[in-house]
């Protein structure tokens, strides 16, 4: 087998996620003799489309699955998708629009049966484009949130909590969507500072003299006029001297000449405007609970399009409330109410799915308690049973579960899982009981109180969130998982090992599944405790994706670059690898369209690594069986080793040990760009340079063998460290080291265990010490403009680090790989005339150039180095000088920075000697 001379991704991966998937090589089943590892894929919705976002999270997901899998672990990913209730009803209701019709045209069932004909049409896109990425997700497994099975899990855990008294039926003020015409819970709220008005507007007294004290108005201030039309009441503190002889009077509302209640509620902030305010407690929150204290009326002056209704004067019936808002000033002005107008900044609330402000309104609605299921899902957090990457995300989740409020979860959609609520409607013969609502997991027959069949389901749908909440245990089918054979996949499975999630859905999501898997857990773990219940052990955060500029990514903006056209243009290795490459733990990711350049020539330089392999293995002539193959502990084949070979052999297991330390904290970034710096510099640039001599030398047949036979062992190596994140391309090349069976698989190839005898830190340091030398030679060669061809001679003056003798082992790699001729040394004297020189770790290293050199080039050179050390040094003295940083920075960084100036001081030193041996 012969590898092309130029990488085709698409052709590469077209053809071995077709082999995976076939082959149901991404498939986990119950094996006693492995310990499981499981994610669940963040359900994305039906109607969604692949973004940045996306690919971040989900290569993050796939590269864990893929390592743990490699690990020995038995590792199941679940995929599915959100039913996404607002989102997917609103695209139906587009399409009916463009008919000319409505969902009330077709009514409810057809309505919601051809949502569902949209969905198999339309739906899903977004888990297609999962498989062009590579996403080994366990696809048999493949979840809806509608599912017969999942939508059984939503009856039974209302049934449940309803019946545990956490569930119930209120008047309340709820985040409405007048686009939508549903309620929202607080958290699909998305807040923003807005500046706009606030109005001065004065309201009559009733009885008020000036003698009295008071110039016969009650002044409030609002920054919405129009609601001033649901006022049942006026509001100041009980403690403001300035009201206190107004309390318990009443005043005028203008325009609609309602009296209202001067009333005292300590809520009242005195600083606020005058210190008055108006009270609506059908259409705000605050005033909501004024009203309860004090037993007011609750005036809805809105319909669900907040356009004005029949509870308020008839000129302002059917109006906008924004146009009401106008009509309401100008009647004001009129009167010569309107005191005044400020400019104010205040905090708007918008609909996260359709941008519409949002308004308070008073409706019947269906909530969750919160706090009792909130309390122990706080305790596995902060005790750490359940840990959070990055870790600071623990003092967001503790403010918000420390003040939570009850979670409204009824929604006025047809599309989704409809509440599970009967209502009796007979009337005549009905009895007091019948009034209360029928709460059954399957549809009631007939009322249990009076026997009557003529029942009315409730016509609200839950949160989507309310099924979501679920997917760690409703994924295997619970509860009816005994009845379909599925309860030792639950009990294998659960709970998950990790989450990876966006930040922003910390509220939405993470804390709700924490909630729901401490709550029925129990139910089939068979485990009362806290920690057997959990629904994940490890929560992962990912970055924000921004542009260069810091934006954050977004169609409107132009910024937000088509994943599957950066997949087509680059190929999807390099899409992964770029993003995880640019993506820290907890930092935001600065992305652009070119820095995929980054994979895409990380992915050709492997290829051509392993060209190379492949036609040294091809001419030397290994047997098929005899190609290399690494074994699981990584010891390799130690034969008829070199300097070079004990170094490559160190680094490799070094490398390994810090990958495998970084996956343990979930650096996946640091994975990257260890194993990138290794196979790029260590393998690619220095290792395979360093062989080509005994390849190519005249070393015996055997040793060529050997020395081919460690290289290929360790280049398969090595591809299975990269595999999880670069799935396709290490496959090729895998595949193509020795022969295979039909269905041997990289991904199912173990991950080699580091052999720390093989981690020599001397020997490194030593290499590294060559190639540094290696590097300065090749820099005087380009900027002195010697041609590659010409050898040249070197000459070193020794410090005290080395001696001659300690150097000799590395001449080889000097003549092979600087074209160094002759390496003599220098103890004491002046360095060789009119040479070109450098300073490698205190060691002077003086090229000749007599005939070849231009000696005010040399001098210009050494000048332009001259000046970027004492720049550097400079720094580093104004950063030591600076007392903030003495007394800030930690005592290893300060010392680090003065071993730099030490180090730099001394470089700077011999330059400026050499420069004045030219002079």
């Known amino acids: 087998m012969s590898l092309s001379k130029v990488y085709s991704p698409k052709e590469v991966e077209e053809k071995w996620y077709k082999h995976w998937e076939k082959n149901r090589l991404f498939h986990a089943k119950v094996n006693s003799k492995k310990k499981a590892y499981t994610i669940v894929i963040p359900p994305p919705n039906v109607t969604g489309m692949l973004h940045m976002g996306h690919i971040l999270n989900n290569t993050l997901q796939d590269a864990f699955i893929r390592y743990k899998r490699m690990m020995g672990f038995e590792a199941c990913w679940i995929p599915g998708m959100d039913h996404a209730g607002i989102a997917t009803q609103n695209v139906v209701e587009r399409e009916l629009m463009k008919e000319g019709k409505t969902r009330h045209d077709l009514g409810r069932e057809k309505f919601v049966e051809r949502v569902w004909q949209w969905k198999e049409e339309y739906g899903g896109v977004i888990i297609k484009q999962l498989r062009t990425l590579g996403a080994s997700c366990d696809w048999d497994r493949e979840k809806f949130t509608m599912d017969e099975t999942l939508s059984n899990a939503v009856k039974e855990v209302f049934v449940r909590l309803f019946e545990d008294g956490l569930i119930y039926r209120g008047k309340y003020i709820v985040n409405w969507c007048p686009k939508d015409h549903t309620a929202i819970s607080d958290d699909e709220v998305n807040y923003s500072e807005h500046t706009g008005k606030l109005y001065y507007i004065k309201y009559p007294i009733e009885d008020e003299t000036e003698s009295e004290g008071f110039i016969g108005y009650a002044t409030v201030a609002t920054t919405r006029p129009e609601t001033m039309l649901g006022d049942t009441a006026i509001a100041v503190n009980p403690d403001d001297k300035r009201y206190k002889h107004l309390i318990g009077r009443s005043a005028t509302l203008p325009l609609v000449d309602r009296q209202l209640e001067i009333i005292a509620d300590e809520f009242v902030d005195p600083a606020f405007g005058t210190g008055m305010v108006k009270v609506t407690p059908a259409h705000d929150p605050n005033d909501y609970w004024i009203g309860q204290r004090h037993g007011l009326q609750q005036l809805n002056i809105f319909d669900v399009s907040a356009t004005l209704n029949e509870n308020v004067p008839k000129r302002y019936r059917g109006l906008d409330r924004y146009e009401a808002r106008r009509r309401v000033l100008i009647d004001l002005e009129k ?22 402000v949002i308004e308070p309104y008073l409706s019947d609605q269906w909530f969750v308690k919160m706090k ?195 997949i087509e243009e680059y190929g999807a290795d390099a899409v992964r690898f770029t993003t995880l490459y640019l993506a820290p733990i907890g930092q935001d990711v600065l992305y652009s369209k070119k820095k995929n350049e980054i994979g895409r020539n990380f992915a050709n330089k492997i290829w051509n690594a392993g060209r190379l392999l492949l036609m040294n293995r091809d001419q030397i002539g290994l047997a098929e069986t005899d190609r290399g193959e690494a074994t699981k502990k990584a010891y390799f084949n130690l034969s008829h080793l070199d300097l070079a070979d004990r170094w490559m052999l160190s ?92 269905l041997e698989t990289i991904m199912h190839a173990p991950l080699l265990t580091p052999n720390k005898k093989l981690v020599d830190r001397k020997v490194e340091e030593e290499m590294a010490f060559v190639q540094r030398v290696i590097e300065s030679l090749r820099n005087i060669r380009g900027e002195m403009g010697i041609a590659p061809s010409k050898e040249i001679s070197v000459v070193m003056k020794m410090g005290h680090a080395r001696t001659p003798e300690s150097l000799q082992p590395y001449q080889g790699y000097l003549e092979r790989l600087a074209r160094v001729a002759s390496l003599s040394f220098l103890s004491d004297g002046a360095r060789p005339k009119l040479s070109a020189s450098a300073v490698v770790e205190g060691e002077e290293l003086f090229v000749p150039l007599e005939g070849l050199i231009d000696i005010e080039r040399e001098k210009a050179r050494l000048k332009k180095e001259i000046d970027r050390v004492s720049d550097l040094v400079t720094g580093i003295r104004k950063k030591l000088g600076n007392r903030n940083f003495i007394a800030k920075a930690p005592p290893e960084v300060v010392d680090k920075e003065k071993e730099k100036l030490d180090n730099f001081g001394q470089t700077l030193e011999k330059l400026e000697k050499n420069y004045d041996a030219l002079t």
């Not at 400019?343 to 519409?356: F, I, L």
């Not at 994975?671 to 005994?694: G, N, P, Q």
């Open 651 to 742: 680094r490799f297991h070094s490398i390994a040990l810090e990958i495998a330390s970084a996956l343990e904290q979930y650096e996946i970034n640091k994975v990257s760009k260890t194993i990138y710096e290794f196979f790029w510099h260590d393998y690619c640039d220095w290792y395979l340079e360093m062989i080509k001599s005994r390849l190519y030398g005249n070393e015996p047949e055997k040793v060529k063998q050997a020395v081919l036979r460690r290289a290929l062992d360790i280049f398969d190596a090595a591809l299975r460290l990269l595999h999880p994140l670069m799935p396709f391309v290490t496959e090729e090349l895998w595949q193509n080291i020795r022969k295979r069976r039909k």
């Open 372 to 566: 009792p299921l909130a309390e122990p899902a706080l305790d596995v957090v902060m005790n750490g049973t359940i840990k959070f990457y990055p870790e600071r995300w623990v003092k967001v989740y503790q403010h918000w579960m420390t003040n939570i409020r009850d979670w409204c979860i009824s929604r006025q959609l047809w599309w989704g899982h409809r509440i599970p609520v009967w209502y009796c409607n007979e009337d005549e013969k009905s009895l007091p009981e019948c009034n209360q609502p029928i709460v059954s997991r399957t549809t009631p027959k007939k009322c249990p109180h009076c026997g009557n069949k003529n029942l009315r389901q409730d016509e609200d749908v839950l949160d989507t969130w309310f099924s979501s909440w679920l997917w760690p245990f409703s994924v295997h089918d619970w509860p009816g998982h005994k009845k379909l054979g599925k309860s030792a996949d639950l009990k294998y499975f659960y709970p998950t090992d990790t989450l990876v999630t966006a930040p922003d859905i910390i509220f939405f999501w993470v804390a709700r599944m924490i909630m729901a898997g401490l709550k029925f857990g129990p139910s089939f773990t068979g485990r009362s405790k806290l920690k057997d219940n959990i629904p994940f052990k490890d929560v992962y955060f990912t970055s924000t994706i921004r542009d260069e500029k810091g934006r954050r990514m977004s169609k409107s903006l132009g910024n937000s670059p088509e994943p599957l056209d950066l």
């Open 335 to 356: 009167q010569e109410l309107l005191l005044k107008v400020e400019d104010h900044t205040s905090s708007v609330g918008r609909c996260y799915r359709c941008d519409t």
